[in-house]
DNA sequence: CTTGACCTTCCAGTAGATGGAAGCCCTATC
DNA sequence: GATAGGGCTTCCATCTACTGGAAGGTCAAG
């Protein structure tokens, strides 16, 4: 199997698979020629990393899932451990989301959207104590190529 | 007003206030000495990038947004139009977030998270059909030195 | 005059890829 | 055998929105 095989049958874009090899994620073994040679078992990981990531879990996270992936002694309470972490970062961000929303949604219905220069956004924006250091930006549609996905890049 | 005291009014980070300079943002005049001339208007500009940063807005929104709110002339469609735009992000966002959560809530309540490597979460990870491409990390916890935000860097 | 707090610029690094260039490798066809 | 193409390789640059740190200029106080 070559890397474009996996890339396929992982679902992963080929660069993203040759950078988890660069930043040793999972490497797998080279052919005489150079070539990552791609079995089963490296498939079946970068699936499980595909996942993971797909579920929020940073590189880092996922690093130490792999090997309790492959640690067949691991006790659950390390996973479970890793998994609230993110569930509590994950509820976080969506009260914050949520706050977001309620404050933007009050200004766009004040809002006639009309001609004439009045605005409760450009208003609000100008006068309203800030409620918290400034956030990054949310959600922002990206250069991704992929159509089927909804994109979330840079929610950074 | 030295830059020291415009990032204490507008609460931006001196490195913040410097960086906006930078890529052209918002540019105070200079003194002989080369430092930041900072007047009053420079100070409401930051003010009000600050909070719409914080409302989610992307750097290149805050510019369109700051030029609308140095147009007298502007419409409030114009800017209506943004603010519908990052508001169905974060819809979009919030979203996509609760359907990582309840599926992470439900893999961690049926851990036992116990010494035994038997483990839902993993099981998951192992053998589920990825509900979609990999999606980036959410709101990790990010280098910040500032301990009253509750960051949200990296939301990515 | 020295100290120390400011200010300046510039360079590097963060996360997690992604785009593109330059250059092998391999197979098929002419 | 030459060539065309596709796929593979590496490396470098780019994206967002900063942040950290080094090297050095400036300024007011003592």
Redesign the interface.
């Known amino acids: 199997m070559n890397i474009g095989d996996v890339s396929e049958r992982s679902?992963?874009p080929v660069k993203?698979v040759r950078y988890y090899d660069d930043i040793g994620l999972v490497c797998p073994p080279r052919r005489a020629n150079g070539y990552r040679e791609s079995g089963n078992d490296y498939l079946?990981k970068l699936?499980?990393?595909?996942?993971?990531?797909?579920?929020?879990?940073?590189?880092e996270?996922c690093r130490t899932?792999l090997s309790?992936?492959e640690?067949?002694?691991?006790?659950?309470?390390n996973?479970?451990?890793i998994?609230?972490t993110?569930?509590a970062?994950?509820?976080?961000?969506?009260e914050?989301?949520?706050a977001?929303?309620g404050?933007?949604?009050d200004?766009?219905r004040r809002?006639?959207?009309?001609?004439?220069?009045?605005?409760p956004?450009?208003e609000?924006?100008?006068q309203?104590r800030?409620?918290?250091?400034?956030?990054?930006?949310?959600?922002?549609?990206s250069p991704k190529r992929?159509p089927?996905?909804?994109d979330?890049?840079?929610?950074?």
Chains 1, 2 share one sequence.
């Not at 809002?111 to 605005?119: H, Q, T």
């Open positions: 679902g992963l993203t079946h699936a499980f990393l595909g996942r993971a990531r797909s579920l929020g879990f940073s590189i996270e899932l309790l992936y640690d067949r002694e691991r006790s659950s309470s996973v479970k451990s998994a609230r993110q569930l970062r994950i509820d976080q961000k969506i914050e989301l949520q977001l929303s404050t933007l949604q200004l766009v809002c006639r959207g009309d001609e004439r220069p009045e605005c956004i450009m609000d924006l100008a309203r800030a409620s918290g250091r400034a956030k990054p930006p949310i959600s922002r549609p992929d089927e996905t909804l979330s890049r840079s929610m950074q």
